[in-house]
């Protein structure tokens, strides 16, 4: 009886339940915050050990973290330690803040300034080095020995052969294309060197960087670059030779030496004088020793009242017996103008360089006919003033007093017209001396 009523007890709590009390409404501040959405929680997909073990190994891996210190409780990460910079310890705390179950990290790292700890990496990357390149020793000893290879068989193909002396006559031109084939051969041997050790890549940027220096130096250097561009072509064509007379931009005098740079002539005083071979090669060139035969001219004035025919007559025979003036070709005597006061005669003569002096002989020319005209009273032409002074008749002039008369040895000097060698002279010495001529020997006596 006990068990049944309590079973109907139990029925009747069912069937009719007691009422729920009246609800209470609440703040409005209260109610904003229930009907916000609570923060989720916070899910931990690793504990603390296998974080700190993660963290360690990702350390230990990365240059300059090796000494921080890590510390994990409730998925907080706690970082101690030491690095050598701020960009070190902002990357330790990077890191830890990525690893799964992280909730936050707490940087305590602090920037080591001691200088033993400091130069420890540096100590670390040299020993490194050294010990890299004593492992690359027997590649570098190959590559040299095929380098220095290259270089001797270039040496030994330009020297021994002679290949170049066959081909061009020219010494400057066979020096240089000897230059280009040892450049070639050293090249060659670079390239072989850089490809045993490896480097073949670099062999790409190592031209690239030398054209653009070598623009850059021919930018800077480009007179001397001229010059010798210039020596280049003067060699080759070769117009003029040494101790040949010639007449550049003004200079007149003979050639001593074609080096890289400059043309040089010892003028008539014995000076030297440097003309850039760039000039010289563009401007006009005068060579008075080309040919051996050179003719000489000269005016004189004579009055006009002069026989004309006769004074003509005495130059001519005066010319044609001077010792230097060629026969073949033939001197001349010919009337050039007639002045307000004069009459002009010009005389012409040919001289062979090769054995009387171009000026001598001249020289000599002008004091004979000279003497030539006084004998035969022939007298030159002065300014005049009115015609009646240009009709009045001359005084004839006193003779010479033989005490004035030059003796046999001033006559033999005043009459040599034989070659002059003193400017060959120096040219020769200055020539001895020289150790970079580019000109061909001289065929011509």
Known sequence: MAKRAILWALLLALAFPTAAPAAVPLPASEA?????EPLAPIELTSDDAEIRARLAQVFRAIDGLESV??????????????????????????????????????????VEHRLGRRLAPVVQHTEALGAEVLAYLPLIAVALVVFAAFWIAGVVFTRRTNIFRSVVENPFIETLLEQIVRAL????????????????????????????????????MRDTIENYIASILLSVRQPFAPNDVVIIEGVEGRITTLNSRSTIITTWAGNEVRIPNAI???????????????????ELRVRLDTDITAALAAALATVKAVDGVLEEPA?????????????????????DQRSSDFGKVKSETIRLVKEAFDARHIELAEPVQNYRELRAPRPEPAPTAAADQPTADELREI????????????????????DDDLLAPAQRA
Do not use: C
Request: hydrophobic share 50%; aromatic share 4%; net charge negative.
């Open 32 to 36: 904003a915050e229930e009907s916000q």
């Open 185 to 220: 051969f050293i090249l060659a041997g670079l390239v072989v060197a850089m490809s045993i050790l490896g480097t073949s890549a670099l062999i790409g940027s190592v031209l690239g960087a030398a054209g653009v220096l070598g623009l850059a130096i021919g930018f800077a």
């Open 415 to 434: 009459t040599d017209t034989s070659r002059d060698r003193t400017i060959e002279n120096k040219v020769a010495e200055q020539r001895a001396e020289a």
């Open 331 to 351: 001197p001349s005597v010919v009337v050039s103008r007639i002045d307000e006061y004069a009459i002009v005669i010009t005389v012409l003569g040919w001289v």
């Open 69 to 110: 210190r890590i510390a994990v409780e409730g998925g907080v990460v706690t970082l101690a330690g030491t690095t050598l910079d701020d960009a070190a310890r902002a990357e330790a705390e990077a890191l830890a803040g990525r690893v799964a179950g992280v909730v936050a990290v707490e940087n305590h790292i602090e």
């Open 280 to 298: 010289v090669y563009k401007t006009k060139i005068t060579n008075l020793t080309r040919t051996p035969e050179r003719r000489f001219d000269f």
